[in-house]
């Protein structure tokens, strides 16, 4: 009896994960390729790869909370904004070539993140950042520069790609042939 359990749910879950969908990076190549109008990469529904954390510490006085949380960290405040990874996204604009502003928040258009293709990443279109250092990278967000994590710096965007081939195929049904 157990054992038809443990079946059901290995066949269950094949079955699940045949479904999902399977997120291909968006890369300088894939987007040569399709020659995308910005009207049609508008319609394209982004992913983010990795999570994405930023940091900046707030001024004394500053009230103004947009997004993320505040704490305290040895007495300073600290504005933290969290994206996970899988987090849906849409292009906003491209301010020039092989440059997009990519929105993962749905309430507001100043809340936006520069990625662009990477060489060092196979031309995944990457976080892009004012400059990384080994610890951190300066980001723009909604008006601040913000601190992000190394590990933020592998963040790319990711699309649900259905591969599908450009094979024509004719198709027609043989009536069959009698002896006359």
């Known amino acids: ?10 066949v269950a879950s094949i079955l699940l994960s045949s479904c999902s969908a399977k997120l291909t990076p968006f890369t300088q190549d894939l987007y040569d390729k399709h020659r ?9 529904q982004f992913y983010l790869s990795e ?5 900046r510490q707030m001024t004394s006085g500053e009230s103004h909370i947009t997004a993320g949380k505040i ?3 040895n007495g300073r405040r600290i504005e933290e904004v969290r994206i996970p990874a899988g987090t849906p996204g849409v292009l906003l604009f491209k ?8 929105s993962f928040e749905s309430n507001d258009d100043d809340l936006y993140l520069m990625f662009g293709p990477n060489p060092k990443m196979h031309n ?30 592998f963040a790319t965007l990711m699309v649900d790609l259905k591969k599908t081939g450009t094979t024509e195929y004719n198709s027609r049904k043989a009536e069959g042939r009698r002896i006359e």
């Open 95 to 102: 301010p020039r070539e092989k440059r997009f502003a990519v």
């Open 1 to 10: 009896m157990q054992l038809r359990f443990l079946l059901a749910g290995a």
């Open 124 to 153: 995944r279109y990457a976080l892009l950042a004012r400059e990384w250092d080994e610890e951190q990278g300066k980001v723009h967000y909604n008006g601040n520069l913000y601190d992000a994590d190394t590990r933020s710096a």
């Open 71 to 73: 704490r305290i960290e």
């Open 36 to 44: 995308w109008s910005d009207s049609e990469l508008k319609k394209i």
């Open 51 to 55: 999570d994405v954390i930023l940091l």
